[in-house]
């Protein structure tokens, strides 16, 4: 970005009277939070971190090429001493968002920014918005998520499912130089807690749904569901899109419903006692097979037939927030489910793994499931798509919430006919100790088959089905590296799936 703005004007409303006398008319190129991203003309944001305070790190940046420093006013903190500008400012982490907006010349207010958050789902219901909206030749809308940033078939890499706030409205301003008129952005949890989206305009907020997850960071489940909660109260939302067979869906449903913004409800099930100003969005009848989705519904605007080449009754669910995003958009129906037809699966989501030179192969989908809810919906997704077999091969990360483990077994055990126990990222953690975990979740975990090798296990798997079964691969979809001892090593479900296909031919 070339933007300059003046540092006076740009922390105007964030500091104290007394310290703008102090600070010349200094112009600056960009800002950032990492020390290590500094270059020449820059503002270096030192916040308040876990481990220590970003204030450590300010004589590096000056030495870089700094040309001031913000820091959160913290007390007891030893101060460096700098040629450059050193303002301190209350609650910074809270403001950076306003004064990142501020710089990237409020892009987020030009843009149609919709907000996308719940446990499951987020990456595909901003994939195949994005798919719809740019279906009849436009690049009109791109995605910030789990799988990248711009346009959904060129995809920059990203760190994180929601980036940094300043990165974010440095994303959002370029978006906006690119032509891009809508931004689909996947808001996690994390996110709206640590204050990541702050100073975003959002005008559409999604929920998915809301299952286990992330306690490890949260702690309970009513935190967890507190920070997501704030995007449905965000200040200038237009509409609110919940999902109301989901709980947290429907408790939102009944509880925003007087508000003044158009909320729409979709789901399979009819909901009672639900506002009558509520635009309801409903399955009436929907058919699995093979080659994808066909669902009757209804609508606000009219009853029509809801077609996708995708897999999965959860995905269907997805489709019906994107269908809702698009009426609040201003589509017609007609239009909305056109675009709708023309979506293709996410990467790592229900994703069919083909083998064109194997005839009469089961299906082997591989999914991002890694929470008990996406697993347990992946399962009975599978389970439509099966004419006789479901078998099942899944792990858990290591390093993260160990009480989801044993539900993810007891809900395998459940749904699936054959369960293959793997490992799927232990990061620093025994894979002993999570296997250990796991199998405190099985009733009979001697039908069970363990088996480290991730690559193992799932040609084992692949090998034992036939015809009609259909092995689904759970936990690291879209991912193509497994992380050992803080090492990534080269791993995609979906090549090692394919390999064990050519080998079954």
Known sequence: MNHVRSLLRLLTGHIKPEQEQNIVDIQITGLTLDSRNISSGMLFVALQGTQQHGIAYAKKAESLGAVAVIWERVDGIDLPELSVPLIAIDQLSAKLGDIANRFYGNASHELNIIGITGTDGKTSVSHFLAQSLNAQGENHCAVIGTLGIGLP????????????????????????????????????????????????????????????????????IEAYAAAKEKLFYWQGLKNIVVNTDDAMGLRLAKELADKDITIFAYGFTEQKGLSDKLQKIQVKQAQFDYRGIVADIVTPIGESVLIAPILAKFNLSNLLAVLSALIAMGYSLDDALNRIKQVHTVAGRMERVANKTVSNAPLIVVDFAHTPGALKQALLASREHSDKRLICVFGCGGDRDKGKRPLMAA??????????????????????????????????????????????????????????DVVLIAGKGHENVQIINNKKYPFDDRVVAKQALEKVA
């Open 153 to 220: 078939d060129q995809l920059e890499k990203a760190s994180h499912t929601t980036p940094d706030v300043i990165t974010v409205h440095d994303i959002l301003a370029k978006q906006k130089q690119a032509g891009i008129k809508t931004v689909a952005m996947e808001v996690s949890s994390h996110a709206l807690d640590q204050g990541r989206v702050n100073g975003v305009q959002f005008d559409t907020a999604i929920l998915t749904n809301l299952t286990r997850d992330h306690l490890d960071y949260h702690g309970t």
């Open 411 to 468: 809900i395998a055990e459940q749904l699936a006919d054959q369960v293959f126990v793997t490992d799927d990222n232990p990061r620093t953690e025994n894979p002993v100790n999570i296997f250990a975990d796991i199998k405190q979740g099985f009733k009979q975990a001697d039908k069970v088959i363990f088996e480290h090798n991730r690559q193992t296990a799932i040609q084992l798997a692949i090998t034992s089905a036939q015809q009609g």
